[in-house]
């Protein structure tokens, strides 16, 4: 099922269908007597982008690490393409994991590998392929996330944030994903690097149709790229659905992410931008 809808940033685009790609439910995780997720539930659907939002220290990350199969679980369920991935033998688990790139905070690259030779890793562990082929992916998922081929052969430090983050979303790519992981995406950079990075992920989630699942503290990201937002509070999901219903929450958090002193001047000349947007055409005599 998909019909088509208006994107934040005003270009149209198919709506999300309804097929739940990730599914929680109930879930609760800890550590030692301290209980972070209490019953959390939460859906993403195909090819949206979802905009995952929360105060500092909530359990964003690791809600995305209990996702991915990196922390326990203490109670609840999780199923992603459908399949609970505790339930899965190795070789099917392996299958599965392959079908989804995540991008962790800070683009997590290694320092001793050059960015040729991390976008690599992947196929180095999943797949069995020659030097030569290994190589030409590589440029590939290069020019795919902007960078030139001179960024092959550079170590993470010779980098600026900007193409870090580019080289780790190459990683991420690196074997042809469904679904993308993103921790934090703009976190470091400046305005203008952000609203490209942004960019770039709206571009590469239409063109290769994923399906999108971001941790962010930006609230531009969440006005251009996101399909819908979920935010958590108190170890659940508060609200969920498009930004307009976010914004319009009576929820004390949401109130004052959105409408507080940083995030109020943003949601304001959002609004009155789509305002403008909104204005008919001026007619001539
Ligand atoms: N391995 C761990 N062992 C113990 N506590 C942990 C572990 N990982 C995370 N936590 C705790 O879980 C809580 C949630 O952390 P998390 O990193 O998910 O927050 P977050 O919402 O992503 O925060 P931020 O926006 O600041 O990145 C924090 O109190 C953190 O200290």
Redesign the pocket.
């Known amino acids: 099922m998909t019909s088509s809808s208006t994107h934040a940033n005003g270009v149209a685009q198919q709506r999300p269908n309804r097929d739940v790609i990730i599914s929680v439910r109930d879930l609760v995780v800890g550590?030692?007597d301290?209980t972070?997720m209490k019953g959390l539930n939460l859906d993403v659907y195909r090819g949206e982008v979802l905009g995952f939002v929360?105060g500092?220290?909530?359990?964003?990350?690791?809600?995305t690490r209990a996702i991915l199969g990196l922390?326990p679980t203490r109670g609840g369920a999780i199923r992603v393409f459908g399949q609970d991935r505790d339930a899965l033998a190795p070789l099917e688990r392996r299958a599965l994991e392959q079908r989804w790139g995540v991008l962790f905070?800070n683009g997590a690259l290694f320092s001793g590998l050059t960015v040729k030779q991390n976008i690599q890793m992947p196929m180095r562990e999943m797949r069995d392929l020659s030097q030569r082929l290994m190589d030409e992916l590589a440029m590939l998922k290069l020019e795919l996330v902007g960078l030139s081929s001179d960024a092959a052969d550079k170590f993470p430090s010779e980098l600026s944030g900007g193409m870090v983050k580019r080289a780790a979303l190459a990683r991420a790519l690196a074997l042809d994903p469904e679904l993308v992981f993103l921790d934090?995406p703009t976190s470091g950079l400046d305005p203008i690097s952000a609203a490209e990075f942004d960019e770039l992920i709206g571009t590469l989630q239409q063109t290769l149709g994923l399906t999108v699942f971001m941790?962010t503290?930006d609230l531009d990201s969440l006005y251009s790229i996101c399909d819908r937002v979920a935010a958590l509070a108190e170890g659940r999901v508060i609200a969920a659905g498009p930004l307009e219903t976010l914004l319009a929450s009576d929820h004390p958090w949401l109130k004052a992410y959105f409408h507080g002193v940083r995030g109020g001047r943003l949601t304001a000349a959002r609004v009155e931008q789509k305002d403008e947007q909104w204005k008919p055409a001026p007619t001539t005599p």
């Open positions: 550590f030692g301290k972070i929360g500092s220290g909530q359990g964003k990350s690791v809600l922390v905070q934090e941790v503290h």
